[in-house]
């Protein structure tokens, strides 16, 4: 009679393990995160994992990806500020709004719009198109756009 060793039911629990936080991924997804469930794909590696991207790119983008990054909007949506207005009066300042439409920035928008449309994309813009892919040629001129006009997020 052999003993089978411990390790051989290993990636059973493995496999059962990642079974079950796709279930629970899935159950959460209805009441949080329904933002980044619109990027969700069931893989064990991140979503950068196989680019050479800086760090502070990483970042940037998936604290948008989350929906948590320094904006009045998602700042007042975890209760860090009051109101989620805009410095320039919008109801409702969103990475889209500052990317897009914030007069803060009308003019420099310019030279990002044309970057864009080199591309071959057409309007409208928004980022969850951009993130979605993610589209990397895209996401390097928003973030070459964040930081030349100091974008902090």
Same mark, same amino acid.
């Given at each position: 009679?052999? +003993?089978?060793?411990?390790?051989?039911? %290993?990636?059973?629990? +493995?496999?059962?393990?990642?079974?079950?936080?796709?279930?629970?991924?899935?159950?959460?997804?209805? &009441? %949080?995160?329904?933002?980044?469930?619109?990027?969700?794909?069931?893989?064990? +590696?991140?979503?950068?994992? &196989?680019?050479?991207?800086?760090?502070?790119? #990483?970042? !940037?983008?998936?604290?948008?990806?989350?929906?948590? /990054?320094?904006?009045?909007?998602?700042?007042?949506?975890?209760? #860090? %500020?009051?109101? *989620?207005?805009?410095?320039?009066? /919008?109801?409702?300042?969103?990475?889209?709004?500052? =990317?897009?439409?914030? *007069? +803060?920035?009308?003019?420099?928008?310019?030279? =990002?719009?044309?970057?864009? !449309?080199?591309?071959?994309?057409? *309007?409208? /813009?928004?980022?969850?198109?951009?993130?979605?892919?993610?589209?990397?040629?895209?996401?390097? #001129?928003?973030?070459?756009?964040?930081?030349?006009?100091?974008?902090?997020?």
């Amino acid at each position: 009679m052999y +003993k089978v060793p411990h390790t051989d039911f %290993k990636e059973t629990y +493995k496999q059962k393990m990642w079974q079950d936080f796709q279930i629970f991924l899935q159950q959460e997804f209805q &009441s %949080k995160g329904t933002l980044y469930s619109i990027y969700y794909e069931a893989r064990k +590696k991140p979503w950068f994992h &196989s680019l050479d991207l800086p760090r502070e790119f #990483i970042v !940037r983008f998936t604290r948008i990806r989350s929906n948590h /990054y320094n904006a009045a909007a998602s700042l007042a949506r975890t209760g #860090i %500020k009051l109101d *989620p207005q805009c410095e320039c009066s /919008y109801p409702y300042q969103d990475f889209n709004h500052l =990317l897009w439409n914030c *007069p +803060k920035f009308s003019d420099h928008r310019k030279t =990002l719009l044309h970057k864009l !449309r080199e591309t071959n994309w057409t *309007p409208p /813009y928004c980022i969850t198109t951009f993130l979605k892919g993610p589209n990397i040629g895209v996401l390097r #001129i928003i973030n070459a756009f964040c930081e030349a006009y100091n974008i902090k997020l």
